[in-house]
């Protein structure tokens, strides 16, 4: 897989998915996260003196009534780099004098041998000052049942179809809002088989978890009451089913002014599997 796409959205979840970064540091130091209310995103800069600045992948911070209680600095990693033993302590201490408060690294990877290296001691000099990163695999995951790390685990190389297909039934567990916005982040990093199969299961899965998604369509297509606003949700919602409309069939679509056989096409677009009978008709 692509490291640009898998490190973004391997991020993206661990900002997204509520619990999971917490998950994350709670199995791999057997400590609990602070007590919090709330959890932002601190930017990616930590800047101790112009014209010093180094970015960080993502930083979140764990408060409790607006005061930080913990920094968490996350970081894909892909391959060993000297010059992260630099960063990372730069990072860490950058962010503790920032935000008053405790920090952790975090550091993401699906290289065990990148993984071997990462949690190796960081020494500052002299064997005083040691940097110990938090260092999670992503192919050393045992997500069971905890849905966050299942969104993490698909990204694995060795995850598998029996793994994204159990993914898909517990994405059909939740709200319908959530459910799409973490398919399409899979949707978006997911690469070749993983990709095809995701699509797939996206397609088989609709009526589950996607069909709430749709109707919120249709209904916004019919509010509009426009012609052109109806033509482009009937496109939206063949999009959200992962069904590919051919550019003939969308400027079809797109041109027609007939309103009720728009409201048929649109009434079908949730439901249909052949879109080359539909809109031949």
């Known amino acids: 897989m692509p490291v640009g796409s898998r490190h973004e959205h391997v991020l993206e979840l661990v900002e997204q998915v509520p619990g999971l970064l917490e998950s994350l540091i709670e199995r791999n130091t057997?400590?609990?996260v602070p007590e919090h209310d709330s959890v932002d995103s601190a930017g990616e800069s930590a800047t101790i003196?112009?014209?010093?600045?180094?970015?960080?992948?993502?930083?979140?911070?764990?408060?409790?009534n607006g005061r930080p209680q913990l920094a968490v600095i996350v970081e894909m990693q892909h391959r060993p780099s000297k010059k992260k033993l630099f960063d990372w302590p730069h990072f860490l201490f950058g962010f503790r004098v920032e935000h008053g408060?405790?920090?952790v690294l975090v550091v993401l990877t699906v290289s065990?041998?990148?993984?071997?290296?990462a949690r190796e001691p960081i020494d500052g000099g002299l064997g005083q000052s040691l940097v110990r990163p938090i260092v999670i695999c992503l192919d050393e995951l045992d997500p069971q049942s905890d849905l966050g790390l299942n969104l993490l685990f698909a990204f694995?190389?060795?995850s598998s179809q029996d793994n994204l297909e159990h993914l898909a039934d517990a994405l059909a567990t939740i709200p319908a809002d959530q459910a799409k916005?973490?398919?399409?982040?899979?949707?978006?990093?997911?690469?070749g088989d993983a990709a095809d199969t995701w699509r797939e299961l996206m397609k088989r899965n609709y009526q589950m978890y996607q069909n709430e998604y749709a109707q919120e369509l249709l209904a916004r297509g019919r509010e509009e009451g426009q012609t052109q606003g109806e033509a482009r949700s009937i496109l939206r919602v063949l999009a959200a089913r992962g069904i590919a409309v051919p550019d003939r069939i969308s400027r079809k679509i797109l041109a027609c002014q007939d309103q009720s056989?728009?409201?048929?096409w649109l009434d079908q677009a949730a439901v249909t599997d052949d879109i080359e009978r539909l809109f031949s008709e």
């Open 156 to 158: 694995a190389d060795k």
């Open 112 to 117: 065990a041998k990148t993984a071997e290296w």
């Open 261 to 264: 056989q728009l409201d048929h």
């Open 101 to 103: 408060c405790p920090t």
């Open 49 to 64: 003196r112009e014209p010093i600045e180094v970015l960080a992948d993502s930083v979140r911070v764990f408060r409790k």
């Open 181 to 191: 916005r973490y398919a399409d982040i899979l949707l978006g990093g997911l690469r």
């Open 30 to 32: 057997g400590k609990e």
